[in-house]
């Protein structure tokens, strides 16, 4: 339980907010790099504010803030230059660092170009998804996460939800759930619609632990007919600061990134890496994304899969959840801890420190600690995330069980 | 990527009207950390402090877990319902 005005701080992502200082310190998929080969501008909302992204002819990306800073016409339906974006309406061109660069209706001799820089952003390009940073400069690395750099079969699903990022944050650090929302509730599901739900994931929860270590919080679980020895427990997975949550098994390893594209619209994406061992994976020109579904026709829910039932228990929480009258347990410490880390870092930012996460060396790849055998559920577990998970939406679906199959049938010869 | 709605958000109030237990609401309010025990700096937001105190309950215990940003001092105060010892080793 909070009192209001905490819970309004740990919500508001706004300019000049606690949170929406902390959260200005890293960087966020703003763009499908696909997106921009079809057409090289496009619009984006990221922490409550609207940006134009872009990819020059030679390969650079830019991201500037929507609002042409003369009439306030819109950037994303501006004109990609060699050096820049040039507004439509009276063709102002800002460079890659948001210089105004011309001004073709003024004169020449005027140094009014210099009173009207665009607040530029940077962005890049890794894994099939174009990051921005929208900060205070210098800005941090892209962190290169092992996921967005590991060789595989790439799928990403996605929905923009209706609801504040920190409720689904908070289920991050939350295992109990599994057990009932994914476990009971999802037989419950299956037994009203004729399917049978997963078994792993009903497993009761005999322990749960959290460690808070340099990139957020490894969450550990013992379930029952495990032991501490097992991968839930010795290895866990983390929440990665402050926005993304690492899971994997079987073979596949995920990000979940949960974008906060203002304080009431949260973008969920389950980008997934399919790596069996001893197989060759297929060329992708293209990552494939697809959207998930949220509701049925009806308005309910959708709830006959994992992700669906998930989204179902962040969004009907409410747009901004009320912390003002929520019973927290003793099994919530993880949520506990969570708002704690929060808050300590925004003081950090306060204080002109580098918050947790962010990271200004060069770097190749960031390894991620994560759980391969997941839930004890052996290979068994690949097939069930993709038949009952959100993978099953995948336009790639037949193909990936595919490729599981056959690595596992090469493995089991060897 | 995202269809939403433009514009910054500034006039969203907090979802109050969801509100069930106004009795536990006001016990928080009343009851919840004014100070660290560690520098006296006030804790809460409406004290015009900046740290944090999250209520969780273990049976009739409730537990502050307490965070300060002055000094940085973390820990968690319980208002405990009974004081228990030791059990004897059987």
New interface residues.
């Given amino acids: 339980m909070l009192t209001a005005e905490q819970n309004d701080e740990l919500t508001d992502i706004a300019p000049g907010t606690p949170m929406g200082e902390l959260l200005r310190r890293y960087w966020y998929p703003v763009a499908f790099t696909r997106e921009l080969e079809e057409f090289p501008v496009k619009h984006a909302r990221l922490l409550g504010e609207d940006w134009a992204v872009y990819k020059t002819a030679s390969g650079r990306y830019g991201i500037m803030p929507e609002a042409c800073p003369h009439r306030r016409a819109s950037m994303a339906y501006g004109v990609v230059e060699s050096n820049g974006l040039r507004c439509p309406y009276h063709g102002w061109l800002f460079g890659l660092d948001g210089e105004c660069l011309e001004q073709p209706a003024e004169r020449d001799e005027t140094n009014f170009r210099e009173r009207v820089r665009a607040k530029a952003g940077l962005a890049q390009e890794l894994g099939g998804l174009v990051w921005g940073y929208v900060g205070p400069m210098p800005a941090p690395e892209l962190p290169r996460f092992d996921v967005f750099v590991m060789d595989g079969v790439r799928d990403i699903g996605w929905a923009d939800l209706p609801c504040n990022f920190v409720q689904i944050m908070e289920n991050a650090v939350d295992p109990h759930h599994v057990e009932f929302l994914h476990g009971r509730y999802f037989q419950f599901v299956g037994q009203q619609h004729g399917f049978e739900a997963p078994a792993s994931f009903a497993k009761k929860h005999v322990k749960v632990g959290f460690d808070a270590f340099e990139w957020g919080i490894i969450k550990r679980r013992v379930v029952e007919g495990a032991t501490e020895e097992d991968d839930d427990w010795a290895v866990g997975h983390p929440l990665v600061f402050p926005y993304n949550m690492r899971v994997g098994g079987a073979n596949i390893e995920q990000m979940q990134i949960r974008v906060p594209i203002d304080r009431t619209t949260t973008r969920f994406m389950l980008y997934s890496v399919h790596a069996p061992d001893g197989i060759e994976f297929p060329e992708q020109p293209v990552v494939p994304d697809y959207n998930i579904p949220v509701f049925n026709e009806d308005g309910r829910h959708r709830t006959d899969y994992v992700e669906g039932q998930d989204i179902m228990a962040w969004v009907t929480q409410g747009a901004i959840t009320d912390r003002t009258v929520e019973h927290l347990g003793r099994s919530d410490v993880g949520v506990t801890m969570l708002r704690r880390m929060f808050k300590s870092e925004m003081a950090k930012v306060a204080a002109g420190e580098d918050p947790l996460g962010t990271i200004r060396e060069p770097h190749e790849r960031i390894d991620l600690p994560c759980e391969k055998n997941k839930f004890d559920a052996g290979p068994q577990f690949a097939l069930d995330f993709i038949d009952m998970a959100s993978s099953r939406f995948s336009p790639q679906a037949d193909a990936l069980k595919k490729l599981h199959i056959t690595a596992w049938e090469g493995r089991q010869k060897t | ?4 709605p ?5 006039s ?1 109030g ?3 009207g ?5 009795a ?2 006001d016990s ?2 009343r009851d ?1 950390p004014r100070f660290c025990p560690s520098c006296a700096a006030p804790l ?3 004290d015009g402090g ?9 049976g009739a215990d409730r537990v502050f ?1 307490c ?1 300060c ?1 002055a000094c ?1 001092w ?1 820990g968690d105060i319980v208002l405990a319902e009974r004081v228990m010892g030791h059990e004897a080793v059987e």
């Fill in positions: 990527m995202s269809t939403s433009r514009g910054i958000d500034q969203f907090l979802d109050v969801r509100g069930y237990f106004p536990d609401a928080h309010r919840a809460a937001l409406a900046r740290g944090l105190a999250v209520e969780y309950w273990i877990v965070y940003a940085h973390s």
